[in-house]
């Protein structure tokens, strides 16, 4: 069965700070991995995804994550946090089946 | 493109009554769309899976008699509460799967509807 763990349910940057938001998967088979963002009240949207082909992946509003299969990690990190970036993270895992499995998010919090 | 709607966006009834939520993929086709449960500061909950034309699939743990599901045509995906209690309290997201796309590629997903059982 598959799994996410996201480390940290609640990450605080400075703006303009580095982001790094952790996730690390368990999985049968290759998987598809994913990450959404979650503005409060409102539903998934997708930053980016994890299919095949290479590794480092970018997404939407300088998002951007590194699949390592060795570590069993897919982190999502942005240089420079802004403002806007502040939202809940969650990141899945889907294998063959398509079915989501969530991570349980990560609150990224964005300080002036 | 690739949006999903949700109606309506917030609902309150009461305890006893019946909730339908309505799931539209506005400019896709979408053979596959899936029903998430998500509490206060917590994950997404894969309730059932809608496949047009057949029964949905529930997870373990979801009462089918309780939440039913109707996916009538490749654009529109029904949940309906029935009997809905306060503990049926919740956000409600809808997601879809475009047909013709990588089975376990992208889901899109719509804005929620929440619901209050008083």
């Known amino acids: 069965a598959q799994s996410v763990t996201q480390l940290g349910s609640h990450v605080s940057v400075s703006e303009g700070a580095l982001v790094l938001l952790r996730c690390n998967y368990s999985s049968s088979v290759p998987p598809y991995l994913f990450w959404y963002v979650q503005y409060p009240n409102q539903g998934l949207q997708l930053l980016l995804k994890?299919?095949?082909?290479?590794?480092l992946v970018k997404g939407i509003n300088g998002f951007e994550a590194e699949f390592k299969k060795s570590e069993t990690s897919f982190h999502l990190t942005k240089p420079s946090a802004h403002m806007s970036d502040a939202a809940e993270y969650f990141c899945a895992v889907s294998e063959a089946d398509y079915k989501l499995t969530f991570g349980k998010g990560t609150l990224l919090t964005v300080n002036p | 493109g690739a949006v999903v709607s949700q109606h309506p966006s917030w609902v309150i009834c009461k305890s006893g009554t019946s909730v339908k939520i309505e799931c539209r993929s506005l400019?896709?086709?979408?053979?596959?769309m899936f029903w998430y449960r998500q509490f206060p500061k917590q994950s997404l909950m894969l309730m059932a899976t809608?496949?047009?034309?057949?029964?949905?699939?529930?997870e373990q743990g979801v009462e089918k008699d309780k939440f039913l599901i109707n996916h009538a045509s490749l654009t529109l995906s029904t949940l309906t509460v029935t009997s809905a209690h306060p503990e049926d309290s919740s956000f409600y997201i809808c997601?879809?799967?475009?047909?013709?796309?990588?089975?376990?590629?992208?889901?899109?997903f719509g804005p929620g509807t929440r619901l209050t059982v008083l």
């Open positions: 809608s496949n047009e034309g057949s029964k949905a699939t529930y």
């Open positions: 997601s879809a799967e475009p047909a013709g796309g990588l089975s376990g590629d992208t889901q899109y």
């Open positions: 994890y299919t095949t082909g290479a590794t």
């Open positions: 400019d896709f086709q979408a053979t596959t």
